[in-house]
């Protein structure tokens, strides 16, 4: 056999027959590039060829006529192990999940949680105000004495237990929704001492009490409605309650703070006041 047949070179050659050198040239280019710009890194992608060939990884070191160079990479035959990272690189263009967007304060709430903040301040603002006439007699208030004097005159039973739970409801639950601190509890607080209320006005006189005279419940409808919509709405981000999942995100909860108070306020007028706050409207009459 001549030298030529027996250094790989002539037509007859075969990759048993190739030099080591000429063997790694091969492998190098065999994954199908074509292009040392098909790789971000400007690169030829060595590492793409294990990815391509698996099987090109399983064979010899190379160093012997005959084999396939082995894995390049760690652990691999004359490879800088650094190469290897190219095969890391993520793909690009994914989008960051909803969780994520929220986590780094995606603005296309746009003035949602501004407007919470506003609803928070207007309902919770008027219960305290209306709380500290009754606990520490301000803004011209009838104080702790004239408020249990107010309910013993208007038929509550126990007129210091009932005094002393408005007080708290519109004092505490006032303060919290302001804070948008333990929103749903707060909501729910003001909400139930809100219905007590529009049933004591409603229950005065016979008929409808919507918007007339003293017993009017209209400014007690928007309030409680105020305060339920806090409850499905959540305090928003503007809020000592922001990291909490009912901030933004209020779930069936709200479903179960709104029974409750509905169910409290019940209670309690049936329990302190004995009467039927619907008399006289529809099929109540």
Same mark, same amino acid.
């Given at each position: 056999?001549?030298?030529?047949a027996?250094?790989?070179?002539?037509?007859?050659?075969?990759?048993?027959?190739?030099?080591?050198?000429?063997?790694?040239?091969?492998?190098?280019t065999?994954?199908?590039?074509?292009s040392?710009?098909?790789?971000?890194?400007?690169?030829?992608p060595?590492?793409?060829?294990?990815?391509?060939?698996?099987?090109m990884?399983?064979?010899?070191?190379?160093?012997?006529p005959g084999?396939?160079?082995g894995?390049?990479?760690?652990g691999?035959?004359?490879?800088?192990?650094s190469?290897?990272?190219y095969?890391? &690189?993520?793909?690009? @263009?994914?989008?960051?999940?909803?969780?994520? +967007?929220? $986590?780094?304060g995606d603005? #296309?709430? =746009?003035?949602?949680d501004f407007?919470?903040?506003?609803?928070?301040?207007?309902v919770g603002?008027?219960?305290?105000?209306?709380?500290?006439?009754?606990?520490?007699?301000?803004?011209?208030?009838?104080?702790?004495?004239?408020?249990?004097?107010?309910?013993e005159k208007?038929g509550?039973?126990?007129?210091?237990?009932?005094?002393?739970?408005?007080?708290a409801?519109?004092?505490?639950?006032?303060?919290l929704?302001?804070?948008?601190?333990?929103?749903?509890?707060?909501?729910?607080?003001v909400?139930?001492?809100?219905?007590?209320a529009?049933?004591w006005?409603?229950?005065?006189?016979?008929?409808?009490?919507?918007?007339?005279?003293?017993?009017?419940?209209?400014?007690d409808t928007?309030l409680?409605g105020?305060?339920?919509? &806090?409850?499905?709405? @959540?305090?928003g981000?503007?809020?000592?309650? +922001?990291? $909490?999942?009912?901030?933004? #995100?209020? =779930?069936?909860?709200s479903?179960?703070?709104?029974?409750l108070?509905?169910?409290?306020?019940?209670?309690?007028?049936?329990?302190?006041?004995?009467g039927?706050?619907?008399?006289?409207?529809?099929?109540?009459d």
């Amino acid at each position: 056999m001549s030298a030529k047949a027996r250094n790989g070179s002539g037509p007859s050659a075969g990759p048993g027959n190739l030099s080591t050198a000429e063997q790694r040239a091969v492998s190098t280019t065999a994954g199908g590039v074509h292009s040392p710009y098909d790789s971000p890194t400007g690169q030829f992608p060595r590492v793409a060829m294990t990815k391509e060939i698996p099987a090109m990884a399983s064979v010899g070191s190379g160093d012997k006529p005959g084999e396939t160079p082995g894995p390049v990479g760690p652990g691999g035959t004359g490879t800088d192990d650094s190469t290897y990272t190219y095969a890391s &690189i993520p793909p690009s @263009g994914t989008q960051p999940t909803g969780e994520l +967007r929220r $986590r780094n304060g995606d603005g #296309r709430r =746009g003035t949602l949680d501004f407007g919470l903040f506003i609803l928070r301040l207007v309902v919770g603002g008027t219960f305290l105000y209306h709380g500290l006439q009754k606990l520490a007699g301000w803004f011209d208030g009838p104080g702790l004495d004239g408020t249990k004097e107010m309910m013993e005159k208007g038929g509550w039973d126990h007129p210091s237990v009932a005094a002393a739970m408005l007080t708290a409801g519109e004092v505490g639950g006032g303060a919290l929704l302001i804070l948008g601190l333990a929103t749903p509890l707060a909501a729910g607080a003001v909400l139930a001492v809100i219905l007590d209320a529009w049933m004591w006005k409603q229950g005065m006189i016979p008929d409808f009490q919507y918007s007339t005279g003293d017993t009017a419940v209209e400014m007690d409808t928007i309030l409680a409605g105020g305060a339920i919509a &806090i409850i499905f709405t @959540g305090p928003g981000r503007w809020a000592l309650d +922001r990291g $909490r999942t009912w901030a933004t #995100r209020p =779930g069936a909860g709200s479903v179960v703070v709104l029974v409750l108070a509905f169910a409290a306020a019940i209670l309690t007028y049936w329990y302190l006041q004995d009467g039927n706050p619907l008399t006289g409207i529809g099929p109540f009459d």
